[in-house]
């Protein structure tokens, strides 16, 4: 009876290091593949240049209404 157990308690051990041994390469080997491949890097830069553009529309707006209020 001790030998199961002991046998179980192992196998507990043997299967979870598995898993996470499994879940860190899909993990390693998704985001390798996401570095190597060019479109990712792309989309995120024109998301930035839209961003600050959007800041540059929102300032520039700003700096108008501060004129008006000025007048």
Known sequence: MLKFILFVFVSFLVI??????LRIGVRFFTTGSARRSGSSTPSFSSGKQIEEADYEVIES???????????
Do not use: G, Q
């Open 16 to 21: 979870r290091m598995v898993v996470r041994v």
């Open 61 to 71: 707006n700003l700096n108008d209404n501060e004129r008006n209020e000025r007048k």
